[in-house]
């Protein structure tokens, strides 16, 4: 079964900088377009990035655009989001996700890395 796992969250200051990443279990994941998501304490669950499955076209909220790169790297079944000048408000549980049949509709969860940013 096809799992994506998540790992690099961690705390940081503010302007600090951290890379998260997506690993997927299988190869045939390659061909989805994948999405990253945050969960702040108390809110909903967020857009935070997209990425084609051919790494050639990205999609930003307005919140991290600017300041987050996602990138994907087919050969190792990796997608990373390079978090820079992070904020207080960055704080939450960043999840991946493969897209479903329709725009930025989450299909496949992980279980989600922590990041906290602090003043």
């Known amino acids: 079964q096809a799992q994506l796992v998540e790992s690099g969250g961690g705390s940081v200051q503010t302007g600090g900088s951290l890379t998260l990443s997506c690993a997927a279990s299988?190869?045939?994941?390659?061909?989805?377009?994948i999405l990253w998501f945050r969960q702040a304490p108390g809110k909903e669950r967020e857009f935070v990035a997209r990425i084609r499955w051919s790494g050639v076209g990205t999609y930003y909220s307005d919140s991290v655009k600017g300041r987050f790169t996602i990138s994907r790297d087919n050969v190792e079944n990796t997608v990373y989001l390079q978090m820079d000048a992070l904020k207080p408000e960055d704080t939450a549980v960043y999840y991946c996700?493969?897209?479903?049949?329709?725009?930025?509709?989450?299909?496949?969860w992980g279980q989600g890395t922590r990041v906290t940013v602090s003043e």
């Open positions: 996700a493969t897209e479903g049949s329709t725009w930025l509709a989450p299909a496949l």
């Open positions: 299988t190869r045939a994941l390659n061909t989805r377009a």
